[in-house]
């Protein structure tokens, strides 16, 4: 599981993975109130925003995840 983390392409999938995260968050709070969003909202977002990234990354790697996504993949793929 570990041997990945010598891989340059998983790091780049995982912060990947962690921008989209956050998009997802910020998206969902937005499509959930309608487009407007109060400073409490914020708040809570700016709040979540760790414990939803450390949740998620955490069980995506820890259940094999980016295990062989990088068999046949590469940047190149990335970029197309």
Do not use: H
């Not at 069980?59 to 990335?78: E, I, N, P």
């Amino acid at each position: 599981m570990f041997a990945q983390l010598k891989n340059l392409n998983f790091y780049v999938v995982f912060l990947l993975d962690i921008v989209l995260f956050s998009a997802a968050l910020f998206l969902a709070y937005l499509v959930r109130f309608e487009f407007t969003l109060t400073r409490f909202l914020l708040a809570q977002i700016f709040f979540l925003l760790p414990l939803v990234l450390v949740v998620k990354s955490g069980a995506f790697f820890f259940l094999g995840l980016y295990k062989g996504m990088f068999r046949y993949t590469g940047v190149s793929d990335l970029w197309k």
